[in-house]
């Protein structure tokens, strides 16, 4: 098949929206201080991991997980503080639970509402589903903007919103209040993400039972997992029923649940580090807003946002990559993103070295 003829045929065969999309790229981080994807930067203790390989040896690969992970939903209950009258659903991290939820709802012209800038995936999955997406800017401290959501729920009648508590790549919480408001208006189901719980320390699982429309959204990966790719779905009974009719057989596998179950009964040592990243971003937070050729946004999860002035973006992050450190650059998206940079909180030693490489690339532009 001539070239021309193989694109002729993507044209004809692969969906228009398919094609108008970019890769979801990971750049490789070899030799360098990874700080760009909202990781964990601690190992676990020698003696742990001694214990949970031993672990492992007693799982036979040989047989299909179990179907539903009861083990490992009771213990993710248990630890995630789920209510007993909610049903959860598990998935193979966050990504998967959006799309069956995008999967379940989609339909002609329905609407998959999101504010933004907040996380990627809404947008993408949203296209995958061929669902009509809608995003609600934020405002320019990057709250929500309530009239503006409350007027595109009005309009659009969305199927389905998602709200990242706190917002990825923002960094910051949305008002509770005004939470509650897009639930109380909206028609179909509200999704709060809480995928950086562990650093916020404010949480709507407890409001599950006051909204028949909320749905809350947790994943282990920041917990220190992220390896595993485990997410957990929330909700009333009735919606999780739906959403499993999509989800494929025995996507959480063997390997992983055992894992995660070890892990998560070991889970005040997950809490003491999550509890020293918290303490070690606010101490991070500090230090950059001393440097003033650039913003720095407050931030309740496990990274920082940061925007440089005097449109030197691109330029900070790629003299960081020269010299070692890996942040996230948002540029490319544009907008209000224009010129901010990511960085995610690292061990004390890597967030010193950061912050003097910082210092002393915005020193020379």
Request: aromatic share 8%.
């Amino acid at each position: 098949m001539s070239s021309s003829s193989l694109q002729q045929s993507i044209a004809r065969w692969v969906d228009p929206g398919i094609r108008t999309l970019s890769t979801y790229s990971v750049p490789d981080a070899t030799g360098l201080i990874k700080l760009d994807a909202m990781e964990n930067p601690y190992h676990w203790p020698e003696p742990l991991i001694d214990e949970w390989l031993f672990r492992l040896r007693r799982v036979h690969l040989n047989r299909y997980p179990d179907p539903a992970a009861r083990q490992l939903a009771a213990t993710l209950r248990k630890v995630m503080g789920v209510p007993d009258s909610a049903a959860v659903l598990l998935g193979n991290g966050s990504d998967e639970l959006i799309q069956i939820i995008a999967q379940t709802l989609a339909g002609s012209s329905r609407c998959l509402m999101a504010p933004e800038p907040g996380f990627v995936m809404y947008r993408m999955i949203a296209i995958f589903t061929r669902m009509e997406y809608q995003g609600i800017p934020l405002r320019e401290d990057f709250s929500l903007d309530l009239p503006a959501m409350l007027t595109a729920i009005e309009q659009h009648q969305p199927a389905v919103i998602f709200l990242a508590y706190p917002n990825n790549p923002t960094g910051n919480l949305f008002d509770e209040q005004q939470i509650c408001r897009i639930v109380e208006a909206s028609p179909g189901v509200v999704v709060v993400d809480e995928a950086y719980h562990a650093f916020a320390q404010a949480s709507f699982m407890d409001r599950l039972l006051d909204h028949e429309n909320l749905l809350v959204m947790r994943t282990v990966s920041k917990l220190g997992l992220a390896g595993l790719r485990l997410g957990l779905l929330a909700g009333a009974q009735a919606w999780i029923e739906e959403f499993d009719k999509v989800r494929l057989p025995y996507n959480i596998n063997t390997l992983t649940q055992a894992s995660a179950n070890f892990a998560l009964q070991h889970h005040k040592m997950l809490d003491e580090q999550t509890a020293r990243i918290r303490t070690d971003r606010d101490r991070l937070m500090n230090d950059m807003c001393l440097i003033e050729e650039i913003t720095v946004y407050p931030s309740r999860a496990n990274f920082i946002l940061f925007r440089v002035t005097r449109s030197q973006g691109n330029q900070v992050f790629n003299a960081l990559l020269k010299q070692g450190f890996l942040v996230k650059n948002l540029n490319n998206a544009g907008g209000a993103l224009s010129d901010c940079l990511r960085v995610t909180i690292g061990t004390p030693q890597e967030n010193q070295g950061f912050i003097e490489t910082l210092s002393g690339v915005i020193s020379k532009i």
